[in-house]
């Protein structure tokens, strides 16, 4: 049976809404790249393969940039991946630096580019010192938000600057460059940057935004709500408040709300399988999964924890040694 969704939009706009066309380019593609060893087991079957990583949530892993932030489905697939892949660190209670996520990042997409995690890292420490240590669901909830809005982030940033020059926002002109050309944002050094703008104002010319941009942005109503508490705000502060935001997790659909962060019974099942077919491992096995993932180490190092779900991609690195962290007692 059709969705109510699907019987209402003409088939040009459904297919348009789901990115069917970007789909189809890249298999395709891949189609035509791999042609000799797909010859060997059939088309028909390649596609269905490839659809059904798709609808998993797989195909993006490993693939570049440019295919990784394409359309909202690889966004949302490409964060909870990551989430995946690599909560053991949160529940190792790890704090690892900026690069460190970077380099996490980068296993997964070999070509991520290193500006788009620094900006995550500034909605966490509120400012530009992205060498000090941060707490996984920190940095997590901040990335999905700096990664899947990204260009709308990058509006609302021109806008804030114009407020606090006092422009008229509405001459603002949204940016339609792709994410890897980002606007450059505010400086925290900035006396105005400090004293923040008035946060009624401000949700009115995002409001306006919202109508207008033809890229993902948070529900309006949850944004209102997300600023209903305060009389003016920062930049950052504005980004640190929808990273927080209970209801705007839930509207992007990516991760699980904190408290459940860290669990996520169908890959602790997966990993045990993986576990039990490693020689020498199975007799070490603990009652915790978690335990067998990830060895004890001497902090900082951040050198195991994605080591049962890659064998063949074995990376380590040093923090900086610092002691300091950010807050995982939120909830």
Not at 159 to 178: A, H, M, R
């Amino acid at each position: 049976m059709l969705s109510p969704e699907r019987l209402a939009l003409p088939d040009y706009e459904y297919l348009a809404q789901r990115h069917v066309l970007t789909y189809m380019e890249d298999a395709v593609c891949q189609l035509l790249e791999n042609r000799e060893d797909i010859s060997q087991y059939g088309i028909a079957r390649f596609f269905t393969e490839y659809f059904n990583s798709v609808c998993q949530g797989t195909h993006i892993l490993f693939r570049e940039f440019s295919f990784v932030q394409a359309t909202p489905h690889n966004r949302v697939s490409f964060l909870r991946a990551f989430w995946r892949c690599f909560r053991t660190v949160g529940k190792n209670g790890d704090l690892l630096t900026m690069k460190e996520y970077h380099c996490l990042l980068q296993l997964l997409c070999p070509d991520f580019p290193l500006e788009l995690t620094q900006k995550a890292a500034r909605i966490v420490l509120m400012d530009d010192a992205v060498d000090c240590l941060m707490s996984f669901s920190d940095f997590l909830f901040a990335f999905q938000i700096q990664f899947y809005y990204s260009e709308f982030l990058d509006s609302v940033a021109a806008i804030y600057e114009d407020l606090l020059s006092g422009k008229n926002p509405n001459t603002v002109i949204v940016p339609t460059s792709s994410s890897g050309q980002h606007r450059q944002r505010p400086a925290l050094g900035e006396a105005g940057m400090l004293e923040g703008v008035e946060a009624s104002l401000f949700y009115q010319c995002l409001e306006n935004l919202c109508d207008r941009h033809k890229y993902s942005c948070p529900p309006p109503a949850l944004v209102k709500e997300a600023l209903s508490n305060v009389q003016r705000l920062t930049f950052y502060g504005f980004l640190m408040a929808l990273s927080k935001h209970h209801g705007i997790n839930q509207a992007l659909g990516a991760l699980p709300d904190k408290g459940d962060l860290m669990h996520d019974p169908a890959m602790d099942e997966e990993l045990e399988r993986l576990l039990a077919q490693v020689p020498g491992l199975v007799n070490s096995v603990t009652a915790s999964p978690e335990a067998s993932c990830l060895p004890s180490r001497t902090p900082p190092r951040v050198g195991s924890p994605w080591r049962p779900l890659h064998h063949s991609r074995k990376v380590d690195g040093e923090s900086d040694g610092s002691t300091e962290e950010t807050d995982e007692s939120e909830t």
